[in-house]
């Protein structure tokens, strides 16, 4: 019979999704099969499994963690925000719809049966079940009718472990007044608290540990400091989004505010030789830039006009003009194109805009959401490439005659005549090492990096960093059986 804990946290982006990923590659080796539960998540960061259904990123990146294949029942419940108040809301892998926020709130209706039923599926194959939880049992006005934190951890009588953040200060305060505000039957599902991510002499904290501990009644942990190859693993939050300095070769991404599956920059993030330069709203694209990456977005006519907005278009259009190449990935390359018509509002409210106007392509917004993981091959050089595609809508055009993979004998893709503008709707394109350092020794640089290597060993690293802080042997105590 399988046993399971949760991890929740004192409030968003406290560190829970790379803790249970670094939970499960520690107990996996130790030889339990591990599986990583999340039942809500909100995330326009996604990951496509083999069945051909989504779930959040950080959900497959556990699931590698734990060494196993990603299914959508480690993630049952997916909202993907298309606007401020919306979210497109994906159960057990599929588009259900589109739901605003308060009609979400008052009707979940079956939300919690489908996550039971996946917690209960996911635990008949595993002796051990990591869950995490969303954002924070605190906020005590989504408690009602909640399946992402303590609604879940009673229906499924789980024990929970509260995480906090002591980098953000306030770490004492964040935990005690987490154990003041809950109510008594979420109370008794608490076994436990850590402190995640210090930095310092771990010893200074010792007195401020055992405050927790005699004001909560909770036991410790640990302490974890901070893991400083965090930014080395895919990222699921955009808080987590940042530049990293490398090399003179400069790849520029401007940062839409609906960005979509931002892990494609990772890879070239890990490259010594190249720098990854995320441009925040209110600055203009750097004039240096070797490659301007428009990234993936969960709505595309949108950000195209958050794009304009930010005179972006500009600086993209005089990029080009001064020789530099341009890169749109699924979203991006939507923009890329003469037009973009969505007729039946399926990414937005209805409508149909002008593009970049950099490929000779047009987009129709239609159809049935593609899912699906890709194996594909460069035309010109007969690369390997496996990613994933995750859209609506279908491109088409002159430029299209120009497509640079091949996907089982379907052409994909578009490019200009002068080859400097390309688009594709596949994701994950950077992660293959032979085609990453193709496209950087084009623009000049030397790929020095193995990229899956490097997450592996990341992951190997943080499974010990856990292990020399945490009490693991504690924690696995502190799991209880799964009751059906």
Request: aromatic content about 4%; proline content about 5%.
């Amino acid at each position: 019979m399988a046993r399971a804990i949760m991890i929740q946290g004192t409030g968003s982006n406290v560190g829970k999704s790379l803790l249970v990923a670094g939970l499960a590659r520690a107990y996996v080796r130790r030889g339990l099969r591990v599986a990583p539960f999340k039942p809500q998540n909100m995330s326009n960061n996604a990951a496509v499994t083999p069945e051909g259904g989504e779930i959040g990123r950080a959900q497959a990146l556990q699931a590698r963690a734990a060494r196993r294949a990603p299914h959508t029942d480690m993630n049952p419940v997916l909202l993907k925000p298309e606007t401020d108040t919306g979210a497109q809301v994906i159960v057990q892998g599929k588009r259900r719809g589109t739901q605003g926020a308060g009609s979400f709130m008052r009707d979940k209706t079956g939300l919690l049966e489908a996550a039971l039923e996946s917690f209960h599926r996911l635990a008949a194959d595993a002796d051990l079940v990591l869950i995490e939880g969303a954002g924070s049992p605190a906020e005590t006005n989504l408690r009602k009718n909640d399946i992402a934190n303590m609604g879940f951890a009673c229906a499924a009588k789980v024990p929970v472990v509260i995480a906090g953040d002591i980098h953000r200060g306030g770490v004492i305060a964040q935990i005690v007044g987490t154990h003041a505000v809950l109510e008594p039957q979420d109370l008794e599902r608490v076994a436990g608290f850590m402190v995640n991510r210090f930095r310092g002499d771990i010893s200074l904290f010792d007195a401020g540990r055992d405050d927790i501990a005699a004001r909560t009644g909770w036991p410790s942990l640990g302490v974890v400091p901070w893991f400083w190859d965090a930014w080395k693993l895919p990222a699921e939050d955009m808080m987590d989004i940042a530049s990293r300095k490398g090399g003179a070769c400069k790849v520029v991404v401007p940062q839409l505010e609906r960005m979509a599956n931002f892990d494609d920059l990772d890879p070239l993030a890990a490259e010594p030789a190249v720098t990854v330069e995320i441009v925040p709203p209110g600055r203009a694209l750097p004039g240096d830039a070797d490659l301007v990456i428009i990234p993936g977005s969960k709505s595309t006519i949108g950000d195209l006009a958050y794009l304009r907005a930010q005179g972006w278009d500009i600086d993209i259009l005089a990029h080009y003009r001064r020789g530099g190449h341009v890169l749109g990935l699924c979203g991006g390359y939507q923009m890329l194109g003469q037009t973009i018509d969505d007729p039946e509002g399926v990414d937005g409210r209805p409508g149909k805009v002008d593009g970049l106007g950099l490929l000779d392509v047009h987009t129709v917004m239609a159809g049935e959401k593609r899912v699906t993981l890709t194996e594909a091959v460069t035309r010109d050089g007969n690369l390997p490439v496996n990613g994933y595609e995750i859209h609506m809508g279908r491109t088409e055009g002159a430029d299209c005659n120009r497509a640079w993979l091949d996907i089982d004998g379907r052409a994909e893709g578009a490019a200009s005549a002068d080859g400097r503008v390309k688009g594709s709707y596949l994701h994950g394109l950077f992660s293959a090492d032979a085609f990453r350092a193709s496209v950087l020794a084009s623009l000049g640089a030397e790929s020095q990096a193995g990229y899956e290597d490097g997450v592996e060993d990341t992951l190997d690293a943080l499974a010990d960093h856990l292990e020399r802080h945490m009490d693991l042997d504690g924690l696995l105590q502190l799991a209880q059986d799964v009751r059906t």
